[in-house]
């Protein structure tokens, strides 16, 4: 593996009496794509929750870049450079692709009460900017999205909303995406069209790393360096996608699990 | 200060509480099956007491002067009619709106509060007058130095106590209960385990209300008056109550009920400008009662998933 | 705003001959309201609205308003603007007509403060008029010292609502729903009671007001234009135009900057606004010190208009009453708040008959809207950065 840049150190998350991460530990790798796979409920969104903030850790250590980032505010982890889709799609349904995917740049666009009520020429002149930033990364994706930048998120259906939420996650030029299940919702063509989008961006936007979450194993396959199976919240296999499939304990999670 | 005060403050608090803990366990039972608020609670509960009221006037007009039997007549008429009531409106407004966002529920149900109260303060014959409600109890009391115990409140007290231990009963010991808990954790689970759940959402918005007009009457009996406006006032104590004792449980309810009427006995007794700031003072710590526990003293279990 | 394909909508020529004609015709129908004293001619009036109303919405007129707004809004909110001054002008010595339109006028204002914190970041205030009280006795204390000039007693107004909200940050911050409720819930109980026990500020008879003055011209005399006398309420309606005005501005400006834009994901959307770096807790602390400080200028501004003050008029049926304004409206909507505020208002006033009933009434009307019409009257356009969007597309 490359220099590492994000690490779980034997993570642990308990719900009351359920323990969803059960001594956790892993290394992501810049530039890499890991896929983290596993039954319903192993413990692979709770995994992503931990990580940006969402819920503390009850034990064990995150760290990122080198950095402790352990129970950082979901801010912090944001402006460390991590972002995130999530397995419900929560866009604003009202808004239009372009507020949504404005919400995605706050680092950036953000300001004084002066500058965003008073004095508004700044204001402007980042509008007019990110517009044409935020046209250009919806047309990588789907050209006709981009001409429908002030159309409400709410009226598109869910290939669509996927791709904004991915946008949303891609404007602020993040260090690391995390995906969790972007084909939920998805016919086999349009996942398979929705990973080359991805890849195509992460081809122009050197050392993104990515960690997918999805069920769709011949994603995983074709897309993942290395894949990590959940199971009950531990660990049970690592490996690339061709290892990981043909482990007996990954078969008989698999199986056991239906 | 000597001890016939502090027993005097004592008597007081213990009575405003157990009044406070009556209207508070309903806020707490209609969240628990249904995640609502309904903030008409202490309307209609100001309802039920003038349904007691009317009852008591009817009860003259045909001759019946013993003041139990007329105690008893006010009291079936008041809980039962207050019942229905709060069952008519889970069945068209609270229920119908089921999906609705947190706001919109909370701000019908206000609406509705306040519908009721001017309705009565409209159409309630001199409505907008206080009313003399009869001491149907009897007015004996104890001397014990300084402190006088009056007999009238010991009842209201025990009576009180008595119905939040037979609901406390209900809830935990019966098959009804069993439903209303089953309810309030998991509605689709209840569904399947055949549970009829409309009519566990109305029996329970029927007794939360009955038992509310029970500390109506209560409020009537011991204050000898009724207005239009008490529902107002009880009803945003009760549900500050229901809030800072922690939403969705029961003992939540009743710890804050007894909570805020000690904080109006202690503001009373202790402050030393003027007792007047008693309810100031009560909301002032409430208020930081929410910055301390965001989410009440006794915290119901979160499920926010993401 | 260069190179954005901004066109103007194919289906008019004058994209805003429409809104032109509404605005005018609104003028019109609230002189026509104000001045009419029959019941048979008020109702009259009210039955023509509900009619046109129906008509515009049949006749697809409505859809082209809409187009109209969209397309030209800033020149018709002027036209609106310079409408409202000339019927202000219009009603010159007609008292009790002025006087409506300058407490709808701060009502508005007032709803628009409300309205960042229900209707942008979506957070619950039921101490509106608590906050309105504020201002309000901040002036009448105020008055009785001569050193401060009154206009610094309307920012005083905000200000001493500000501070007054600070206390209340960290319960705000915290809570979330019928948690966050109970707080503002609290205060306004607590505000009430207070005024209502302390001798200081006048105990539940309340305060007189000293009136307004602005560069020595005091606002309780009557203006005398060519010999010709005015009501001095002209001076107080077109200080609460300007109020109102300028704030209609503000808010228009917030809802199409960065902090408007959290706000809304901050209120669709709490734990996604977290994950994009939005500050939840700035974004609400924002929402809610503007919104009061705006409530308490309004109410600073009124409070020196009717002269006199006392605990009645700031209680919590009050506060419910500001927002049935807001949700009437709609949330978030300006316009529709207007026409609410004008609705709470007027409808009561002009027809004595329901004066008795209007908590009873509006409570109904709320109910019913809430039900039927979650959107509000006029409902809140869809969020852009632009003026001028799209019209149509
Ligand atoms: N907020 C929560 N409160 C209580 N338990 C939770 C919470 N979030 C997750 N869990 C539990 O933790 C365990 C792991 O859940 P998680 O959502 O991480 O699974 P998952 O691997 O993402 O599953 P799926 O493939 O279905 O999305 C489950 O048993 C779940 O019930
Ligand atoms: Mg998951």
Partial sequence: MTQTLLEFRNIVKRFGGVTALDDFSMRLGRAEILGLIGPNGSGKTTSFNVLTGIYPATAGQVLFDGQDITNAAARAVYEAGIVRTFQRSRLCLPLSIYDNIMIGD??????????????????????????????????????????????????LPMIERRRIEICRALISGPRLLLLDEPSAGMTHDETHQLMDDILAVRARGAGLSIIIVEHEMGVIERITDRCIVLSYGRKIAEGTYAEVAADAEVQNAYLGAD | MDFGLIAQYLANGILLGTMYALVAVGFTLFFGVLDVIKFSHGDVLMLGTFIGFTAWLGLEAIGVANPWVQLLGVLICSLGGTALIGAAIAKWLVLPLKKAPQLNTLLITLMLGTAIREAVRLFYPNGSNPKAFPALLPDAAVELGSFSLRADS????????????????????????????????????????????????????????????FAGIMNGLYYNEINFGMGLILGLIGFSAAIIGGLGNLYGAILGGFLFAGLQVIGAALLPFASAYKDVFAFAVVIALMAWKPTGLIPERSSDRV | ????????????????????????????????????????????????????????????????????????ETRLNRLAFATLIVLIFVLSDAHFALLMVATTLLYFTASMGLNIQFGFAGMANFAGAAFFGAGAYTAAVLGTVTAVPPLLTLALGGGVALVLSLPLLLPIVRTTGHYAAVVTIAFGVLFRTFLEVNEILGGPQGLMVAPMRLFGWDFNS????????????????LLAAALAGLVFMLMRRLERSWIGLHMDAVRLDETAAACFGISVTRTKVTAFLMGNAILGVSGALYGMMISFIAPASFTFSDSLLMVSIVLLGGLGSLWGGAVAAAIVVLLPEKLQLLQEYRFLLFSILVILVLLFRPDGILPRPMRSFFASRRAGK
Avoid: C
């Fill in chain 1, 106 to 155: 706050t680092a950036r666009l953000t300001g004084s009460l002066w500058s965003n009520l008073i004095s508004r020429k700044r204001l402007h002149g980042q509008i007019d900017a990110s517009y044409r930033l935020a046209r250009d990364l919806v047309g990588s994706f789907s050209g006709h999205l981009a001409d429908r930048m002030d159309q409400p998120v709410g009226a």
């Fill in chain 2, 154 to 213: 010991v009842i209201l007290v025990l009576a009180g106590l008595g119905l939040i231990g037979l609901l406390n009963l209900v809830i935990n010991r019966t098959r009804l209960g069993l439903a209303i808990r089953a309810v309030a954790q998991d509605e689709e689970t209840a569904r399947i385990m055949g549970i009829n759940y409309t009519l566990v959402v109305l029996a329970t918005f029927a007794i939360g209300s009955g038992v509310a007009a």
């Fill in chain 3, 1 to 72: 705003m260069t190179d954005l394909p901004i066109s103007s909508p194919a289906s008019a020529a004058r994209p805003w001959a429409a809104g032109a004609a509404v605005i005018v015709a609104a003028g019109v129908y609230a002189w026509a309201l104000l001045m009419a004293e029959e019941t048979w001619q008020v109702t009259g009036l009210l039955a023509l609205a509900v009619a046109a109303v129906l008509a515009a919405l049949k006749t697809g007129f409505a859809r082209r308003l809409h187009q109209d707004w969209s397309a030209s």
């Fill in chain 3, 222 to 237: 009557a203006p005398v234009i060519g010999g010709y006398e005015m009501s001095f309420y002209v001076n107080y309606a």
